[in-house]
């Protein structure tokens, strides 16, 4: 409890902010779901065989799983607040299309025929007759909508959006539990409060709660057209994956690009994913900059040769290969890598490796009959994943697919017996676990850098000579130890970047 209060304190203002990017985010799904769902209710409510094709097309529609659809949105929309506004009104539909239907269907018949003999047209009865008599049956509706887009809306920071998801996805990254609860019950309680907001305004006249609750969601909807129209210099964004170390990577991008450019406004969008998503979005422009490493590009987005697939081969020349590959297939610019190398790792608790003599990933051999590995689903179906353990070392033992975020815990509460990694991880440190040796070199050097188009590149001369400050620079013992101050001493990533800026003479204090 006093970690949960520590952090809520400590964490006030991004809560607040977090809070307000959910509710705008949820409201302007509901109002485009309700433009959307209640015109088309009530144009087919009487033509019972279109409103079933409709019915079944919008169920259908909220099986995708969510990921798919912010997946299959970015290449179209980009990321941000679009793809996941978009996502969220997919979802929303089919709770308010089925209960205008239902409320309208059920009735009377002799209310109905009592309209037509007061001579009323169409949208008098709608308005006058159908819609007062449905509202309770339709509200119904619309806060199963609404509960289900605050609950769903927590995914948006996947790919940029914000909101309380930003929260929850830190908190099993960092493994603070304080985060992720305070996310989880700050959603739960929006959606209660929105739920029983709406329940309220039912009791009320009908043209009272359609301009009430036009004005609610319409408040949101003006506050983001306003920051879409205010007028700056010029907009750099920044796009990171999920974890402290590609957060401290973009602070640091930041930091360097505002010394340069200070004119330049910097918008960073952490906590991505998946390597597709952030790719797709700077394929389309969506983002300007990621950080990227040399072995996801070759295992990852690039057609590589089979010479460059060799095991061994060193550092400097897989990023050469990946470089140039970049520069030839997407017309990208790969900025020089930084020192460290951040590869794959096999990681097994101490006391483990200790009572088995395992120092090395060959001598999983031996053991390989009792090992349960919890993998990510990226690391399950790379080359120089799992497959590659396969086809390498000769090991196959039972594996299962697991949360970045939640790989460690389980390896240390004895879930699973060994686990993907990365070797500049502070939880190796924090845990007291071992990273064992890769003595038939699987695993690719994996030095990161800088990634944009190359049309950005050009025209951004100044930003390109700020990034390549961190060329060659940040050892493995360097980054692990700024993972440690954030992960573990719940230091802020920008902190902890600026700090490392300034101490190696690369940024004025």
Avoid at 238 to 247: N, Y
Avoid at 484 to 506: F, G, I, P
Wanted: with cysteine; aromatic share 8%.
């Amino acid at each position: 409890m006093d970690a949960l209060i520590q952090t809520l304190f400590s964490k006030r203002q991004e809560l607040l902010i977090a809070i307000w990017q959910h509710i705008q985010i949820s409201l302007i799904s509901l109002l485009f779901a309700l433009i959307i769902a209640l015109p088309l209710a009530l144009a087919v409510v009487h033509h019972q065989r279109t409103a079933g094709i409709f019915t079944q097309i919008a169920g259908i529609f909220q099986t995708i799983p969510s990921l798919a659809v912010l997946g299959l949105l970015i290449p179209f929309v980009g990321i941000g607040t679009i793809p996941a506004i978009i996502a969220l009104v997919i979802y929303a539909i089919l709770p308010i299309f089925s209960s205008t239907l239902a409320g309208i269907g059920s009735i009377d018949d002799a209310l109905e025929e009592a309209a037509d003999a007061f001579g009323m047209n169409r949208r008098e009865k709608i308005f006058r007759v159908e819609l007062p008599l449905a509202m309770p049956t339709i509200v119904t509706g619309i806060r199963q909508a609404i509960v289900m887009i605050i609950g769903t809306g927590t995914l948006a920071a996947l790919i940029g959006a914000g909101g309380l998801g930003d929260f929850i996805l830190l908190g099993i990254d960092r493994n603070n539990n304080a985060m992720t609860l305070i996310g989880a019950i700050a959603s739960a309680l929006l959606a209660i409060i929105f739920s029983g907001g709406i329940y309220w305004l039912q009791k009320h006249r009908l043209r009272y709660v359609l301009a009430t609750l036009g004005v609610i969601i319409c408040l949101p909807v003006v506050g983001m057209l306003y920051q879409n129209v205010h007028p700056v210099s010029r907009t750099v964004t920044i796009a990171g994956k999920m974890g402290s170390e590609p957060d401290i990577l973009i602070d640091m991008y930041k930091d360097l690009i505002e010394q340069a450019a200070p004119q330049t406004k910097v918008v960073l969008k952490p906590n991505f994913g998946q390597t597709s998503f952030l790719f797709n979005a700077l394929k389309t422009q969506k983002v300007d900059i990621y950080p990227e490493f040399t072995g996801t590009v070759l295992e990852s987005l690039v057609k590589p040769s089979k010479q460059q697939r060799q095991l061994g081969v060193p550092g400097a020349k897989l990023y050469k290969y990946a470089a140039q590959d970049l520069k030839h297939q997407f017309q990208m610019t790969y900025l020089a890598p930084m020192a460290y190398n951040n590869t794959y790792a096999v990681v097994i608790k101490r006391s483990y490796a200790q009572a088995h003599g395992i120092t090395t990933i060959s001598d999983l051999q031996r053991v390989q009959s009792e090992l349960l590995g919890g993998f990510d689903l990226e690391f399950l179906d790379r080359t120089d994943g799992y497959k590659g353990l396969q086809a390498t070392y000769g090991l196959n033992f039972k594996t299962q697919s697991i949360d970045p975020g939640l790989r460690y815990e389980a390896l240390k509460n004895g879930k699973i017996n060994l686990t993907d990694g990365y070797s500049t991880d502070s939880q190796i440190r924090q845990f007291d676990l071992i990273a064992l040796t890769d003595n038939r070199h699987q695993f690719p050097v994996y030095q990161g850098a800088p990634l944009m188009n190359t049309s950005f590149a050009a025209k951004n001369p100044e930003i390109v000579q700020a990034l390549n400050k961190l060329a060659n620079k940040i050892s493995e013992t360097d980054m692990q130890e700024m993972n440690y101050e954030v992960n573990v001493k719940q230091q802020s990533a920008a902190t902890v970047a600026k700090h490392y800026l300034v101490t190696h003479q690369l940024l004025r204090g």
